[in-house]
């Protein structure tokens, strides 16, 4: 059983700072596309940042650069974000996602694994 997990949502100001995890579980990840994608209420779900598979490329949306910061520890099998300079308007679900390959980093279809998600909450 293959499960990512999700962790470190919750309510914060805005300007202030989040960091989520998503751990890997039931198999190692190293070798794998994996990235975060959110959904705020009433819209579509959306690409905020990604790794390549090999790990040596990362992709961020517009939206977020210069604010996110996308990471991985390889030896612990997990994967973080860190949100700065947070808005309201990145109020959102945040969902952990995983694929063997991740061709389209920004499409969501091209990711096999998706975790359970965690709300983020900026208030202004």
């Known amino acids: 059983q293959v499960q990512l997990v999700e962790s470190g949502g919750g309510l914060v100001q805005a300007g202030g700072s989040l960091r989520l995890s998503c751990a890997a579980v039931?198999?190692?990840?190293?070798?794998?596309?994996m990235g975060w994608f959110r959904q705020a209420p009433g819209k579509e779900r959306e690409f905020v940042s990604a790794?390549?598979?090999?790990?040596?490329?990362?992709y961020y949306a517009d939206s977020v650069k210069g604010r996110f910061t996308i990471s991985r520890d390889n030896a612990k099998n997990t994967m973080y974000l860190q949100m700065n300079s947070l808005k309201p308007e990145d109020t959102a679900v945040y969902y952990c996602?995983?694929?063997?390959?991740?061709?389209?980093?920004?499409?969501?279809?091209?990711?096999?694994?998706w975790g359970q998600g965690t709300q983020v909450t900026v208030s202004s």
């Open positions: 039931g198999r190692t990840f190293s070798r794998y596309a």
């Open positions: 996602v995983a694929d063997r390959y991740g061709l389209y980093y920004g499409l969501a279809s091209s990711y096999e694994y």
């Open positions: 790794f390549s598979r090999s790990g040596g490329n990362t």
